[in-house]
């Protein structure tokens, strides 16, 4: 059994297993690099993560393999047919329960910090994504519990965006990255953003670290760090001081 600890609201919150994440995509290639490499691969390598991609063409009653349709109406483009979705998202829940079944959408919620947060608590996270026009509206209607979108434009298709979710999310679980507070004081953590770091060398071509940083007062450091992300977010994000 494997234990994580989560830390959340100054609240350590503990899970009996390992998250796991199942992609449905019709591009399963796309995720080899981002899967395979980096803080993703240490999750999974350390058993802190599952992830597992599905081919949905492998659902398909179609003996061509199709997975897609004409829209009715006339529209054009295609549309991902309710079938294979279906078949895909049944087989899943049959061999366990899951928090969520997300679908990654143009016009869903606009993914953020706090909503990984939230997705890092959960245990078992179904990601649909996206492709061609888009999807049978049934499947949105009866299949997907939560919409989300990574950002105002509109991707080839929702590999991508899976991508980015999983890995937001993966990096939050405890023991994926090697200093844990590291990711507590990420960008967007307090709505606020970071505030400016340095490294050695302390002067270089005369561009020199602030001395506040290289004075060793650690109360007057936070002090400083404090202000330069409220100056920061104010100048460059004043829409996060809003919320």
């Not at 109406?73 to 895909?88: K, L, N, S, T």
């Not at 179904?126 to 997907?144: A, M, N, P, Q, T």
Request: hydrophobic content about 40%.
């Amino acid at each position: 059994m494997i234990f994580i600890y989560i830390c959340k609201a100054n609240q350590v919150i503990k899970k009996e297993r390992a998250m796991r994440i199942d992609i449905i995509t019709v591009l399963p290639e796309m995720f080899d690099g981002p899967l395979s490499c980096s803080i993703l691969k240490r999750a999974q390598d350390r058993g802190l993560a599952e992830i597992a991609v599905h081919n949905l063409r492998d659902y398909t009653t179609n003996k061509h393999r199709k997975v897609d349709d004409y829209p009715f109406g006339g529209e054009a483009g295609m549309v991902m047919q309710i079938q294979p979705v279906d078949a895909c998202i049944s087989a899943l829940k049959a061999e366990r329960d899951y928090d969520e079944v997300i679908f990654t959408s143009p016009d869903g919620e606009t993914f953020n910090q706090p909503m990984a947060n939230q997705l890092s608590l959960l245990d078992n996270i179904i990601i649909l994504c996206g492709h061609y026009k888009g999807v049978d509206f049934r499947i949105r209607e009866h299949l997907i519990t939560r919409e989300i979108s990574i950002g105002d434009y509109v991707l080839t298709g929702g590999e991508m965006a899976a991508a980015v979710i999983a890995d937001s999310v993966v990096r939050l679980i405890p023991g994926v990255i090697g200093d844990e507070q590291s990711a507590l004081s990420d960008c967007f953590q307090d709505n606020l953003l970071a505030p400016p770091i340095y490294t050695r060398p302390a002067d270089y071509k005369g561009w020199k670290v602030p001395d506040i940083l290289l004075s060793g007062h650690q109360a007057k450091i936070d002090d400083w760090r404090y202000e330069q992300a409220l100056l920061r977010t104010r100048t460059l994000r004043p829409d996060l001081l809003v919320n």
